[in-house]
């Protein structure tokens, strides 16, 4: 697990060759000790690593290696660790399908990706599989349902705790206008950039 939080250090400071060295590590040792539910988790790290580097042959390799440790899984098991990383691994999927033009196989990751979350009671990850859901509508065209998707993304950010409804906001801003809404993208940037002021947020 130290390597995993070594890595994640790594791949917020760009580092990502570091980091994509340390996770290898990582899943190495998590084979040696039988660790599929962890060795799944690296190999969707590993997968993200990939996607920044532009790498999508191998990004695309190590969602797949994410998912065939997960079936090795006993299925009884489903503690929210689990849930979380089950999730995670859906929304990397969705990552890499969303970039070859998979956009309905992305969105149907992303939809996977919201019901681990939602069971996991993990909102903030919740939230951001939402708003990938709406990307991928607009994407494909269904900008009343994207909006509607967005209307669930306000919902649950009135229940968050600041930091959470702040970023949310600005993610939130950052689609509506993408699906041209304009005069609520403007709110949502507004309302997010109050909340973070009042709250000192970086």
Same mark, same amino acid.
């Given at each position: #697990? ?16 570091q980091?994509?060295?340390? $996770?290898?590590?990582? %899943?190495? =040792? ?24 532009? *790498? $999508?042959? =191998?990004?695309?390799?190590?969602i797949?290696?994410s ?12 503690? *929210? ?5 089950q999730?995670?691994?859906? *929304? ?5 399908? +969303? ?6 196989? %992305? &969105?149907?990751? $992303?939809?996977?990706?919201?019901? +681990? ?13 939402? !708003? *990938? ?11 009343? =349902? ?6 669930? #993304? ?12 702040a ?7 950052? %689609? ?9 993208? =403007? /709110?949502? +940037?507004?309302?997010?950039?109050? !909340? /973070?002021?009042?709250?000192? &947020?970086?």
């Amino acid at each position: #697990v130290a390597l995993i939080e070594r890595g994640r250090s790594a791949y917020q400071n760009q580092q990502i060759d570091q980091a994509i060295s340390l $996770w290898q590590q990582a %899943a190495q =040792q998590f084979e040696q000790r039988g660790d599929r539910i962890h060795q799944a988790l690296v190999f969707s790290y590993l997968s993200l690593a990939y996607q920044y580097q532009g *790498n $999508w042959p =191998q990004a695309e390799a190590a969602i797949a290696q994410s998912f065939q440790q997960l079936d090795r899984v006993s299925s009884e098991t489903s503690s *929210n660790e689990i849930l979380t990383i089950q999730g995670q691994l859906f *929304n990397t999927q969705g990552a890499v399908q +969303f970039h070859k033009g998979n956009l309905e196989a %992305a &969105l149907s990751s $992303w939809q996977q990706a919201s019901r +681990f979350y939602q069971e996991a009671e993990d909102a903030r990850r919740y939230t951001g599989s939402l !708003i *990938n859901q709406a990307h991928a509508l607009q994407n494909l065209g269904y900008f009343l =349902q994207a909006r509607e998707v967005l209307e669930q #993304v306000e919902a649950t950010l009135d229940r968050a705790d600041p930091a959470l409804r702040a970023l949310g906001l600005q993610s939130l801003g950052d %689609a509506l206008r993408i699906v041209g809404d304009l005069d609520a993208a =403007q /709110a949502a +940037f507004e309302e997010g950039i109050a !909340i /973070a002021q009042a709250q000192s &947020l970086p």
